[in-house]
């Protein structure tokens, strides 16, 4: 179980480091702004259906909501990240290769730019897309798992870090 949250905090902390153009200092996670944890959420859950929009292959999504992380060094009760972890599975197979072809052509379109793209280190040499949103202050890192039985994207979008509004506290779930 560290292992994931190992794994997922470093995913967290590389995405939406890259380019978001927000207020930082070298390395930290950009600025989102105010809200509150919901309506973050939701943003993010947006962000989530218009990539799903941009798959333009027939398939379908996993269940499961986006969740609350901590903003590292910074207090967790005023500031927070939201994350989705999704997986979109095509109906035929064949189309994952389409599915992630869609999504490289159609983020720079819709106000990504694009930070790394190519095979990971695995085994697997699975193909990676991670890409931020400086409008949406979110980023996201897709990878193409052919070899999966079966095969699927593996999502995983993230946002800035939040503050929430005064007198409020981070809802966490």
Same mark, same amino acid.
């Given at each position: ?8 905090? /470093?995913?967290? /902390?590389?995405?939406?480091? %890259? ?14 702004? /105010? ?35 901590? %903003? ?18 095509? /109906? ?8 992630? !072809?869609?999504?490289? !052509? ?54 800035? %870090? ?6 409020? !506290?981070? !809802?966490?779930?």
């Amino acid at each position: 179980m560290s292992a994931v949250a190992l794994l997922l905090s /470093t995913a967290l /902390t590389t995405l939406t480091g %890259c380019s978001m153009s927000s207020s930082t200092e070298s390395g930290d996670v950009p600025s989102a702004g /105010t809200s509150t944890s919901r309506d973050a959420a939701e943003r993010i859950q947006q962000v989530s259906s218009q990539l799903y929009d941009l798959i333009k292959v027939k398939g379908k999504a996993s269940d499961g909501g986006p969740g609350v992380q901590e %903003c590292a060094g910074k207090d967790r009760d005023t500031y927070f990240r939201i994350f989705h972890k999704w997986s979109f599975y095509p /109906t035929l197979p064949a189309d994952l290769d389409a599915a992630m !072809e869609h999504l490289k !052509e159609g983020l720079p379109q819709h106000g990504w730019k694009i930070v790394q793209y190519g095979p990971d280190t695995s085994q697997n040499k699975n193909l990676i897309l991670i890409a931020d949103n400086d409008e949406q202050k979110a980023g996201v890192h897709i990878t193409q798992m052919k070899k999966r039985n079966p095969p699927k994207l593996s999502l995983m979008v993230v946002s800035g %870090c939040y503050q929430v509004p005064d007198g409020q !506290e981070v !809802e966490h779930f």
